[in-house]
């Protein structure tokens, strides 16, 4: 109905437009403008330009000097006040980098070592610290910002003086700000990162004086990740690690697809230890001692005039034999030294993500025991537990001495936990079977009570219509009780 009622006034309306020029100059006029605002429309939006972010978080002094440079370029850009960021068309904002980092811009935040290209000769020693100060931490704080992770860092450097009349020498030390590009916090090896090239920038300073912080305040020092300047610890870290590693690459061989975890550790030996030994070795004893030659004589010798006579000889005995040489003794002198970093002793601790079978428990704790180099007279332990929170049993630490053989050691705790399963189960079994014989004991005694209950008697033919004229003369005598008035 309702186009039957609109198909006459268009039809009307298009007669009009036609019986007037006038009318149809303005429709066409019109028409003609909407087309060409159209193609307008659509041209612009086809062929703007697309903004993206050439600086972000800039202050108000930093964005004025870019801005600054852009106009002197003739760049085009945008502001966009909610980020305070810097937006060029996306064809130029390589080319504007470029131009924008030759141009030589002293940005508020970010200062380096440029400082020292147009420096005056007159100023004082206490500015030209300062200066080297300000350019060397602009300098860490661009190599961090140039990292993937790193929106923005800033970094603040104490440089103690340094003098020779000095006896303790104060450390360098830093701190470092990261502004990470997304919401995740800073892993460890990245804040190890950070320590390492902050430390290796500064003459003199430690990964372990550098401190690190995040985006939301929280410090990720030394003291939580370990101390990387620390040698020691350093070399325990690697031993744990690759004991992990190797024990971990054969238990995935044995376990196949049930996995397992692995920790391990180790007590490092840093003593070094000397030892001298000094031993003797006798001569054998057939060695005869050997004499010493007898003194020449010399022929023909006289006193001289006036002296007395000389000594009788000797007689010809065995005292008059030569002395024997003294015997020599060999002595071997030993001395060792043992290097520091043995290993003391080990903790090897495997948690399987289900229970095994005992020959497969077996196979790990062989293969452990093998892998490791597991020795019970150190004081090695192993501990292999089941990650199953349904297990009452906390399986503990079994000492390597006290196991059979190393080919073929018994996995104490998976096996305990095991047989408490099997004692669970079997009580359980118990339980309902005695609870089967209690409801069936309950049913036979039920039946036989309902059987003792005595049965109703059938009425004969005369009781009963002794019982039906009864009723009936109890029921008319109480509808006579009711008639009376």
């Given amino acids: 109905m309702d186009t039957a009622t609109h198909t006459p006034n268009a039809g009307g309306w298009l007669a009009r437009l036609q019986a007037d020029p006038r009318r149809r100059q303005i429709a066409v006029a019109v028409a003609l403008s909407l087309l060409i605002f159209a193609l307008l429309l659509g041209g612009y939006l ?8 050439l600086f972000r978080g800039l202050k108000p002094l930093d ?46 935040d970010v200062v380096g070592l440029e400082l020292f290209k147009d420096s005056d000769l007159g100023l004082t020693e206490f500015a030209q610290k300062v200066n080297y100060q300000r350019a060397l931490q602009g300098e ?7 990292l993937e992770e790193v929106d923005m860092a800033r970094v603040h450097l104490t440089l103690p003086e340094s003098s020779i009349f000095r006896r303790d020498q104060v450390k360098p030390k830093a701190s470092v700000t990261i502004f990470p590009k997304s919401s995740a916090p800073l892993g460890e090896d990245s804040i190890r990162g950070i320590q390492k090239l902050v430390a290796a920038s500064v003459p003199g300073m430690a990964p372990g004086d550098v401190i690190v912080l995040d985006q939301r305040g929280a410090a990720a020092t030394a003291d939580e990740i370990g101390d990387v300047s620390d040698p020691k610890f350093a070399l325990k870290q690697a031993i744990e690690r690759s004991y992990e590693k190797k ?3 054969q238990l995935a061989r044995v376990l196949r697809e049930t996995g397992a975890t692995v920790s391990v550790n180790a007590e490092i030996n840093f003593d070094q230890v000397q030892t001298t030994r000094e031993t003797g070795i006798a001569p054998p004893a057939e060695a005869a001692p050997r004499a010493l030659p007898p003194l020449p004589v010399v022929a023909g010798a006289s006193a001289a005039p006036g002296a007395a006579d000389p000594l009788p000889p000797l007689p010809a005995s065995s005292a008059a034999a030569a002395p024997a ?11 060792i030294v043992s290097a520091p970093g043995t290993v003391r002793r080990l903790s090897v601790a495997i948690v399987l993500e289900r229970e095994q079978p005992a020959e497969v428990v077996e196979k790990v704790q062989a293969v452990v025991a093998a892998s490791a180099g597991i ?15 349904a297990l009452p049993v906390a399986a503990a630490a079994t000492p390597v001495a006290a196991l059979p053989a190393l080919a073929a050691p018994r996995a104490q705790p998976v096996s305990a936990a095991t047989a408490n399963a099997t004692a669970f189960a079997a009580k359980d079994v118990a339980l309902l079977g005695a609870a089967g014989v209690l409801l069936l004991v309950g049913g036979v005694a039920w039946r036989a009570l309902r059987r003792r209950e005595p049965a109703a008697r059938r009425l004969s033919e005369h009781e009963r219509e002794e019982f039906a004229a009864r009723l009936k003369r109890l029921l008319q005598e109480q509808g006579d009780a009711h008639v009376r008035p």
Avoid: C, H
Wanted: net charge positive.
């Fill in 375 to 389: 020795d019970g007279k150190r004081g090695d332990v192993v501990s292999i537990v089941v990650r199953d929170p």
């Fill in 325 to 335: 040489a003294p015997v020599r003794t060999n002595r071997v002198l030993e001395q």
């Fill in 140 to 146: 860490v704080a661009r190599t961090l910002m140039s």
């Fill in 247 to 249: 024990i971990s690459e």
């Fill in 46 to 53: 086809m062929l703007r330009p697309n903004y993206i972010v």
């Fill in 63 to 108: 964005a004025a000097a870019v801005v600054k440079e852009l106009e002197k370029e003739k760049i085009p850009y945008r502001y966009d006040e909610a980020a305070n960021a810097i937006l060029v068309p996306e064809g130029e904002s390589k080319a504007t980098r470029i131009k924008l980092g030759s141009a030589d811009l002293r940005l508020q």
